[in-house]
């Protein structure tokens, strides 16, 4: 059996299904480079990139294992998996503290303008305290749209600033609610209550441009969103609009409408986001700490090895 790797993933993976397997790396190939090296392997492990096409699946006819060492699926044709008797297994949950910990970090960084002060310490040569001044998260409400595991996360480390949390989740039981000490809320009801509204939802038909000109027309004039989601949520040229109007504070993002690396052919630096000083933005980092990793290593190596029935 011959195995796979095309992203930077944890080196226990290679190093355990080596004990099995031949395994080879080629990071990063396009789908169509992917397509054509498929053919002879009977494991793939991946993150995000390249979209996983019905191309792509035709072309691999000894695949069995697909293993995602990330959350999200929409990068792959699963009907087209399916059809062709390939498991594919993600890694819910597993990066949920990583992703957490950057939301966070996010908050703080567009509270207390840390970024835009070091940039003018560093680079201008400025010290100037006194053009800097913050806001603190004690005492404010923040939104949490999607209150899975990430969402409710971000909530327990928002309540130790001493925030108010209040959340919306159609998927969820009252208890959950209650057991996390969050408010339940319509989305509407989130937008209008929040001083900070974080996502932690799926893309899809349903959440696209959930985040458009009349949904932040609803909210406060100084709110900051965050976005560790995925990047198609927000429609960015609305948000653009707000975000030079002064409608809302700030927008802070680990994810874009068009992202480089494969997501979007064609991607480059062309939003119009990139012109906003009240928009910061890191590249998809949020579960790349080492911790992560490792943990996600773990899972996806104990799912291959159970697909497989590798002992």
Not at 73 to 97: R, W, Y
Not at 244 to 273: H, Q, R
């Amino acid at each position: 059996m011959k195995a796979l790797i095309i992203d930077v993933v944890h080196s226990a993976i290679a190093e355990e299904l080596g004990k099995y397997m031949e395994v080879d790396t080629k990071l990063l190939p396009t789908s169509e480079e992917l397509a054509e090296l498929i053919g002879d392997y009977e494991v793939l492990i991946m993150r995000v990139d390249p979209k996983i096409t019905k191309d792509v699946i035709d072309a691999a006819k000894k695949l069995k294992v697909i293993g995602v060492c990330s959350v999200g699926l929409n990068h792959i044709d699963m009907e087209a998996a399916k059809a062709a008797g390939i498991q594919v297994f993600n890694a819910p949950g597993l990066n949920g503290n990583a992703v957490a910990e950057l939301t966070l970090c996010k908050m703080l960084e567009m509270s207390r303008h840390t970024i835009p002060a070091c940039h003018d310490v560093k680079d201008n040569k400025q010290w100037d305290k006194y053009k800097f001044v913050g806001r603190e998260l004690r005492g404010k409400t923040l939104g949490v749209l999607g209150f899975g595991r990430i969402g409710q996360r971000v909530g327990e480390l928002a309540r130790v600033f001493k925030m108010d949390v209040v959340a919306y989740d159609p998927y969820l039981p009252a208890e959950v609610f209650e057991q996390q000490h969050a408010k339940s809320l319509s989305i509407d009801e989130v937008l209008k209550v929040s001083d900070y509204v974080t996502i932690h939802m799926p893309l899809n038909d349903e959440t696209r441009n959930l985040f458009n000109a009349k949904s932040i027309a609803e909210m406060k004039d100084d709110a900051i969103v965050l976005n560790m989601a995925r990047g198609g949520i927000v429609n960015e040229k609305d948000m653009y609009e707000a975000l030079k109007s002064g409608k809302i504070g700030g927008y802070a993002t680990d994810v874009m409408e068009n992202e480089l690396g494969g997501l979007t052919e064609g991607a480059g630096f062309d939003s119009p986001l990139f012109e906003c000083d009240n928009f910061i933005v890191t590249p998809h980092l949020g579960a790349q700490t080492v911790d992560a990793s490792y943990d996600i290593g773990q899972h996806i190596i104990g799912k291959v090895k159970e697909a497989l029935e590798l002992k």
